[in-house]
């Protein structure tokens, strides 16, 4: 098997907002949210050489900075909440549904009904797993109105499978 070749830093750096949030979504704190994305990118630029591929380079961050997470908490004395409290109750993990095959159908459904520019900024954030920053340049608008118009998609999503007793 050819050996994969090493992971640019430009590369490994685009996913740094989206990892961010990620962390932010774990702790709910940004500062930690901040230090814990630091720490991710600082493991992952030692060790990109070890990348397999085997998995997006997101998904791989993400592994980091959520084991990152779990090694402060349990420093800490904590434990990690168990993964139905990961989440506020009144903001349903929308993104970890998608992934369970009974509810994916339903949702692609209710995504391929939603209005412009709702449906694209959803299907760019959450299947093409692209920064807000980079949805705001696709659409010749601000961060801000990537993360608001994605925002509002997604509670349009979650109110329509509300609404029909999905979720």
């Known amino acids: 098997m050819a050996k994969r070749k090493?992971?640019?830093?430009?590369?490994?750096?685009?996913?740094y907002s989206a990892v961010y949030h990620y962390a932010l979504s774990l702790c709910r704190s940004?500062?930690?949210?901040?230090?814990?994305?630091?720490?991710?990118?600082?493991k992952?630029?030692?060790?990109?050489?070890?990348?397999?591929?085997s998995s997006s380079l997101y998904t791989?961050?993400?592994?980091i900075a959520r084991n990152i997470w779990l090694d402060r908490l349990k420093k800490q004395g904590r434990e990690a909440p168990p993964p139905?409290?990961?989440?506020?109750?009144?903001?349903?993990?929308?993104?970890?549904?998608?992934?369970?095959?009974?509810?994916s159908m339903r949702i692609h459904y209710v995504l391929h009904n939603l209005n412009e520019p709702y449906k694209?900024?959803?299907?760019?954030r959450v299947f093409g797993q692209l920064p807000f920053a980079d949805i705001a340049r696709l659409f010749g608008k601000t961060e801000s109105w990537a993360r608001v118009t994605y925002h509002r998609g997604r509670k349009m999503i979650t109110e329509i499978l509300r609404k029909d007793g999905i979720i």
């Open 30 to 42: 940004e500062n930690d949210a901040y230090d814990i994305a630091q720490e991710t990118f600082l």
């Open 84 to 103: 139905e409290y990961d989440t506020p109750s009144h903001d349903i993990p929308l993104e970890q549904l998608i992934m369970e095959k009974d509810l």
């Open 120 to 124: 694209e900024v959803f299907s760019l």
């Open 6 to 15: 090493p992971i640019d830093n430009d590369i490994l750096c685009a996913e």
């Open 44 to 53: 992952a630029m030692k060790a990109r050489d070890n990348f397999e591929g």
């Open 60 to 63: 791989w961050l993400c592994a």
